[in-house]
Structures are given as C-alpha cells and as structure tokens.
C-alpha cells in the first residue's frame, strides 16, 4: 500500500535511515544490563520498543492499523532530551574517550527519536503505510540501540575510574618495598582508603549478586591488608636482617595487589551479568544426581552404561576417601559396609539383562541413598571433632604464647607450630568435605573463599610467629603477630559458624549422643576395673562432647524465632548440663572404689540419667514431643540406646528422599485424597531403608533390600482418566538448545512434587514449561527468517512479560512462606533468592524486546537470553527447594495460615523423559 507521502520526502527519510543504519552498525553496542541505574532507564525503552515491534508485526500479518503515535513520539522525544543533556554534562568532566564517544551515542538517539515522530506523523495519515512502518520499526531499533550506546558509554569511563585509580595503587604497592618514612605509608595508605570507597560506591549499584560479592570480598580483603602492610613494613624497617620479617611484608604487599587485581577484575567484568550468580564445581554432588538420574530413566532413555558405571564409581570413591579420613573406626568401618552393598548391587546391575535391570536399578538406588547417609554423618562427627578441637585448643592463641617464652628448648616452639599448622589443616580438610557433600552454592563459595584466606593467614601466622620468637622484645612485630592473629581468628570463627550450619543439627546431636555413650561405656569399664587413668581420658572426652551438644543447642535456640520449638530446646540443654557433672564425678568416684557396689550403682544410674538427657535433647531438635520424666527408674539401668539413634535419623532421611507417599501418573486424584483422609489408619507408613551402623553379615547384605521393598506401602490406585496438558517437553517437535535444558532442569524439580495444594510448585512448573516455548519461539526464530513467522516477535516478548509475571507470583509466594519461617537462617537463604528474582526477571523482558528488535540474528542477543534463562531457571529451582525446608519450620501459630496450606508432597521417583539437546 503507497503511504501518499512525496517521493523527494521518501528519499530522504531513505537517506536519514540509510546514515542511522550505518552509525548504528558501527556503534552498535552490546547491552549489558548489570547496574541499576542501566536498567532503571533500559526498561521502559525497551517496553516501548517491544510494543512498537508488536504494532508492526500485526499490522503486516494480520492488516491492523497502526494507531496514533504522535503523543508517545513526544513523550519519547522528552526523555531522550534528558537523557542526551546527561551525557553532555557527562562530557565536561569525562576522560578523552567519553569526550570522543559520548556525542556518536547522542546523535544516535536523537536522530532515531526524530525518525519516531516523522513515522508517527506519516503512520497517523496512513496506518497502514509499508514505508511509514518500515520507518517506525528502524526508529525503534535506534532508540534502542542508541539508549543502550549513551548508558554503555558513560558505564564504561565509571569503569575506567576505578581501574585507572587501581593501577595507580599497583604502581604504589610495587614501590612499597622501597618505603622508609611513615610518611610515606600514609600517603600509601591515603590512596588505598580512596580506592575502598570509590569500589564501595560502584558494588552498590551492580545488580549481579557474584560480581557484587567477589567485589565485596576483594575489597573488605584490602580494608584488613591495610593495617598488615603498614605493621609488616614497619617490622621490616626495625628487622631488616630477618628474613620471616621481610616475608612477612612481601606477603602483606602481594595479598594487597591481589586484592586489587581481584576489584579491577571485578570491576571490569560487564560480560557476565546474566549468567548464573553462583557456580560451585561439586563433584559428588553432580555426580551422585547424575547416576540417580539415570538409574531412575533406565526403562524410559537409558544413560550410558559406561558413563552410569564412572559415575557410581565416583561416588564410591568418595565414600572411600571420606572413609579413610575418618578417625573413628566404628564410623569409617559402617561407610565401608554401605559401600560394599552399594559395589555388590551396582555389579550385579551392570551384569543383569536389560529385563532384570528395573529392579536392580531399584535396588542400586536405595544402596547410594543409605551410602550417601552415612557419609554425610562422618562428614558431620569429623565437623564436630574439628569444631571440639580448635574450641578446646585455641590453636592460635597456643601459639603466641609460645613465641615468649625463652626459657624453654626451641623444640617446644617448633612443636606448637606443628600443633597450629596440623589443626588447622583438619579445619580446612573438613570444611573441604563438607562443601563436597553440600549443593549449598553461597555457603560453598563462602567456604571455598574463608578457606583461601584462613590458609594464608595461618601461613602468615607461622612466619610472624618466628619472627617474635626470634626477637622477642620487638614491639612491632608483636603487634604485628597481634593483627594476623586477630584477622586469622575472625576468618577461623566464620569459617567454623558456616561449616557448622552446614551439618543439620539433629544429625550432629545423633552422632555427639552417640560419641558419648561410647565413652560412657568405656568409662564405666574402666571404672569397674579401677584404672582411674582411663577414667579420666574418657570423662575428658565426655566433656567435649556433652559441650558440643550444649553449643548446637544454643546454636538451635538463638536461630529459631519460635518459642514453641526453642523452650524445649533450652529446657533439654538446662537439664543435660545438669546432670552432666553428676555423671562424670560419679564415673570418677566408682573408679576410686570399684568394688563398692553404691558408687557403681550411683554411676550406672546418673550415667543413664546422661543418656536420656541426649535423648531428650535429640527429640527437642527434631521437634518432636519431649517425655516429662527425664531420670532412670529403678528398674531401668541402661536407659536409650543413643547409637540407634544415628540410625534412626539416616533412616528418616532416606525415607524422606524416597518420598513418603505413592501418586499415579504424578498425581493423586480427589477420591483417592478424600479415602485415604477417612481411613488413616489403613494407610502404611513406607519402610525406612535399613542404613548400616555397623559391618552386616553377607546373609544380612543379600536380603536388606528386598526386604525393604517388600514393606513399602502398595502404589496408589489409579485415578480417573484424565486428558492432562500435554508438555511442551512431551510435544512432537519439543525444544531443543541451552534454554531448553534449563528449562527442563526446573521442570524436573518440580516433578518430584505434588501440585496438589501446592502453588508454589505449580507456579514453578508453569514457569518451565513457559521458558520451554520461549526456547521453541528463538530457534523458530533463528530457522526462519521474521518476515516469514507471523506472530514470532509479539510471541517473544509476550512470552517474557508472562514469566517475569510469574517470577514476581512465585516471589511473593515464597516472601510468605519466608515471613511464617521460624528459622533465621532458613529465612534468610529464602529472602537472599526472592531478592534476586526482580532482577532476573526484569533483564528478561529487556533481552526479549533487544532480540525481538533486532534486524538479524544477533548473537549478542542470543547469549544474553540464553543466560538469563539459565539465571532464572536456576533461581527458581533454588527458590521451590528453599521453600520446601522453610515450610518444615513454620511457626506454631501459622499453623491455619495459607502458607501452612501449602502441601510439600513428595513423589514416588517416575521416570522422566530424556532432557533435550543442548
């Protein structure tokens, strides 16, 4: 359709594209949504854009009008003013290259903002007008690409700030070596505090939570560097023959260069924004899902035979490193039995035909799940060994004082340097263990980077250390000594609190409880033999433990805001510090008369009193209901078993992975909900997989699993026939591509639950299975050019307004289940993600509307949405699990909330279909 508009006037809206093409092309910038600022002005622009580019796509395949625009190019044309009057004041106080770059980026903007009203004013005489919409549709992509070249431009010399001013702090550290004066560290320590506050300014306004934090990290690393370089260099300068004193100020300066290297990096990175926050290389973590994964898929899309064996072979592995890093042998003799029944079911697996190995796929499952408990409880007793040993040891404090003292053998130092570096090595080896075993990715990392810093500073520590000692009266190297050692222990102490909410705390509590019932036995065996010596040793280890459990109780009760769950708590540890010196003073007075049958009986009687104490306590932190009667009876000298207990709680676990009831084709129907509500007491609890305390027989081995099978409860009754949407994933043609695997990693999170009574879940899902057509609507995109695709653009960006919808249901859903969370740390993880799901989603519909105004396929376009998606998908998943743990430590009084409502019912394991292509 002619628009009526004069040839000569055609031509030169031709030759005005024509020269806005090429300045664009030239331009072109690539959008990095990473500060708030950026997004702040990105968004509406790219809203706007995004329903131009819908207008047009209509208007060609379907013949609709465009309406009138003229008020919109007005409004537009305002903004772009400002933002261009921004950038010129920008101008006076940038560097050369804004100067330069700067104007290029406002001419863009402005010129696209004139080729919008000159389209609207043509399109308003003619709707329909081919040229006229050819002309609105390159405005719009001017508009946007000059927005992000001015935001771009100005980000890039805030950049160049703070990198220009970190190289000048290099070039100063390089030189620090030279120092004499103090005037010169101050003029040195002027420039570094600049610098902190300069970064400080800019880690506020970026949007990605790992950037930010390694930036963070880097900078809070300098803040405490700085006080080190300035008592380091002044050490050397009064001990320049020493040679611990000079390694202790190139130490100082290399960790504050590395501190800046780590900003500038930090700084510099805009590329990576939108890729997942957090990436944590857990091996036995990936591993373990991955041959779960494919256990489970064995009748449906059969995993690599050879690629399932490595990876069960991995996981056994690890089970045998963690074995062999035990000090218990009774704990690293029970990982071993559970690894021999996990090999001899995994061998008889990979030697079964294909129509056995349903069953033994079965079997080989329930073997890793027991395994994986009893590693994660010797991970948790070598947490809780570790813990006990540097309360009880305070090696850093062990070792300053040694450095003092000149009275005794070098020898004696030199050994309390070997005590200090070997326990510390025990905090990090367990810490390294427990990150191994944890798909916690913010803890992990903050392990992982805690770790880093506490090895250095021990490292520094030791050199420090022998500097003092060689010279004793050297009061700047003590003070020196007194800074490391402050900072050592800060990163110890956050070290040890992060590791230790790691290991859940009815597990710690079952593995102390049952720690001490070991040396009560052996105390008391000593007792009746009367050799006070070894008496001692285990009251001693008694101790620690019945201290550890006091601690974790205390820990328990400062984290919990309900009062409901933190009386007893407090009332169980009260009453076990209590009878704790009763019980050891008894063991003590028995073994001083081992023939006097009272003491005996007195030892007996408060040692079970001791027992029951633990047993209580362990009930407590599981929230479970806590007997009034908390001393032995007469006829009851032995009180619980606390070795059982372990057990017990492995058992629960793995009951729990398992799933605690049976759904049909992924549901339960209404009648099926409603008979079982009217016969509870017909309905079977499914056994607890029998995870070994201790080396079974070979009888015991070969018939553990199947008879467990046999006491599961029967699988549900089919539900009435139903038609359900069928998937995207499920579809003749499903989505292929890295969207699509992120996609269907939340699709199967969500499928291990129940969406009955269950918004969150069916939220999530939806939000799968939404991402799953965005990822059909891009490489539908990329197979066909637009012109060709009615509705492709319009497609996309409805797509990502639907699911930045959805981000911001599943955020408020998930604030409320936060709000009626009474355990501070499970709240704060769940707060921590909701807070990142704006962002993430709000970057989407900005990268829809990018890639939908795009003239070609732009593989900047393509990457930043194929992040995003793994972002989002990521973020989710991570948010349906938190909810899930938050849900089971609601308050007592949100019991008739709709947050109690939500019902976390896990599946049986289904097989799921293969995950697409990437």
Not at 382 to 398: G, K, L, R
Not at 410 to 438: C, G, I, N
Not at 453 to 464: F, H, I, L, T
Not at 851 to 879: C, E, G, H
Request: proline share 5%; charged share 25%; glycine share 4%.
């Amino acid at each position: 359709m002619d628009s009526g508009v004069p040839v000569e006037e055609q031509q030169q809206h031709q030759q005005q594209q024509s020269g806005m093409d090429a300045g664009t092309a030239a331009t072109r910038p690539d959008v990095r949504v990473h500060t708030k600022s950026i997004e702040a002005v990105l968004l509406p622009i790219a809203d706007q854009v995004g329903e131009l580019m819908i207008l047009d796509e209509r208007a060609r395949h379907e013949g609709k009008g465009i309406p009138d625009l003229t008020q919109a190019a007005e409004s537009v044309g305002v903004a772009v003013q400002n933002l261009v009057q921004v950038g010129q004041q920008a101008m006076g106080q940038g560097d050369d290259l804004l100067k330069s770059r700067m104007p290029v980026a406002c001419e863009q903007i402005q010129a696209a903002a004139k080729l919008f009203m000159d389209a609207a004013i043509e399109l308003k005489l003619d709707p329909l007008a081919a040229s006229s919409r050819s002309l609105l549709v390159q405005a719009a992509r001017g508009l946007l690409d000059g927005t992000t070249n001015v935001l771009m431009t100005f980000d890039a010399y805030e950049v160049r700030k703070i990198v220009v001013l970190g190289e000048t702090i290099i070039e100063l550290l390089a030189s620090a070596k030279a120092v004499s004066t103090l005037e010169e560290l101050v003029v040195l320590i002027k420039n570094l505090i600049e610098f902190t506050q300069y970064v400080e300014t800019r880690q506020r306004e970026l949007l990605n939570a790992g950037v930010r934090n390694r930036i963070i990290v880097a900078n809070e690393a300098l803040r405490k560097t700085s006080p080190l370089l300035v008592t380091s260099l002044r050490t050397y300068i009064g001990n320049k023959d020493n040679e611990q004193a000079k390694a202790s100020r190139n130490y100082a300066i290399e960790e504050a260069l590395s501190a800046v290297h780590d900003i500038i990096m930090g700084v510099s990175n805009t590329e990576g924004e939108a890729a997942r926050e957090e990436t944590s290389s857990n091996t036995y973590c990936q591993t373990f899902d991955e041959a779960m994964a494919g256990l489970h898929a064995v009748n449906v899309a059969p995993m690599d035979p050879q690629e399932l064996h490595t990876d069960i072979e991995n996981v056994l592995q690890h089970a045998e490193d963690v074995a062999e890093a035990t000090s218990n042998p009774r704990r690293a003799e029970v990982v071993r039995a559970a690894l021999g029944s996990l090999r001899k079911s995994a061998d008889a697996f990979t030697a079964a035909a294909p129509a056995e190995k349903p069953d033994l796929a079965a079997q080989v499952r329930e073997h890793m799940q027991g395994l994986d408990q009893v590693i994660r409880t010797a991970i948790a007793e070598q947490v809780a060994d570790v813990v006990i040993e540097q309360e009880n040891h305070e090696p850093s404090t062990e070792l300053v004082a040694n450095t003092t003292r000149a009275d005794e053998p070098p020898e004696h130092f030199e050994a309390a340097v070997k005590r200090f570096h070997d326990r510390t090595q025990h905090l990090l080896k367990a810490s390294e263990r427990m990150a191994s075993v944890s798909d916690d990715t913010r803890r992990v990392n903050i392990i992982n980077t805690t770790s880093k810093q506490v090895d250095s500073y021990a490292k520094q520590m030791e050199a420090a250390a022998r500097v003092v000692h060689s010279n004793p009266q050297d009061e700047t190297a003590q003070q020196h000594l007194a800074l490391i050692k402050q900072t050592l222990e800060h990163r110890t102490d956050l070290l040890k609190a992060t590791v230790s909410s790691m290991v859940d705390a009815p597990r710690m509590v079952a593995v102390a409880g049952e720690n001490t019932q070991v040396h009560l036995d052996q105390g008391s065996a000593g007792a009746a033999a009367g050799n006070t010596e070894a008496v001692e040793n285990e009251v001693a280890a008694v101790d620690k433990q019945v201290h550890l459990l006091v601690n974790v109780a205390n820990s328990e009760v400062e984290n919990s805001e309900d009062p409901d769950f933190r009386t007893p708590i407090d009332k169980a540890s009260q009453h076990l510090q209590q009878v704790h010196p009763r019980a050891t003073a008894d063991l003590r007075a028995w073994a001083a008369a081992p023939k006097d049958d009272k003491c005996r009986v007195a030892a007996t009687k408060s040692s079970t009193d001791l027992k029951r104490g633990i047993r209580n306590l362990q009930l407590a932190v599981k929230g479970e209901p806590v007997p009034e009667e908390s001393t032995a009876t007469p006829d009851d000298d032995t009180g619980p078993d606390l070795a059982e207990t372990v057990d017990q709680f492995q058992q629960e676990a793995v009951a729990r992975e398992r799933g605690g009831f049976s759904v049909s084709d992924g549901e339960e129907s209404d009648g099926e909900v409603l008979e079982k509500a009217s016969k509870p007491a017909q309905r079977k609890k499914p056994a607890p997989l029998a995870v070994p305390t201790q080396a079974p027989t070979a009888t015991a081995t070969a018939t553990s699993s199947s008879s467990a099978r046999d006491q599961q409860e029967p699988p549900a009754t089919p539900e009435t026939p139903h038609t359900p949407r069928l998937s995207v994933f499920e579809q003749k043609n499903p989505p292929t591509g890295p969207i699509a695997v992120a996609a269907f990693s939340l699709k199967k999170e969500t499928d291990r639950w129940s969406e009955r009574k269950n918004p969150i879940v069916t939220t999530a899902k939806s939000m799968a299975e939404q991402m799953a057509s965005m990822a059909k609507i891009a490489s539908h995109e990329e197979d066909a050019p637009a012109v060709q695709s009615p509705g492709i653009k319009g497609d996309m960006i409805g797509t990502a307004k639907g699911i930045a919808e959805q981000a911001k249901s599943i955020r408020l859903q998930a604030m409320d289940v936060a709000e009626n969370c009474s355990d501070k740390r499970l709240k704060a993880d769940l707060l921590y993600l909701c807070d990142r799901l704006p962002t993430i989603s709000t970057q989407l519909k900005i990268i829809a509307s990018v890639k939908a105004a795009s003239s070609s396929q732009s593989s900047d376009a393509d990457a930043m949405l194929i992040k995003n998606a793994q972002n989002l998908m990521d973020t989710v998943q991570r948010t349906v699990r938190a909810c899930e743990a938050a849900s089971l430590k609601l308050f007592t009084a949100a019991a008739n909330t709709a947050v109690a409502a939500i019902k976390w019912r896990r599946k049986t394991h289904t097989a799921l279909a293969a995950p697409p292509a990437s």
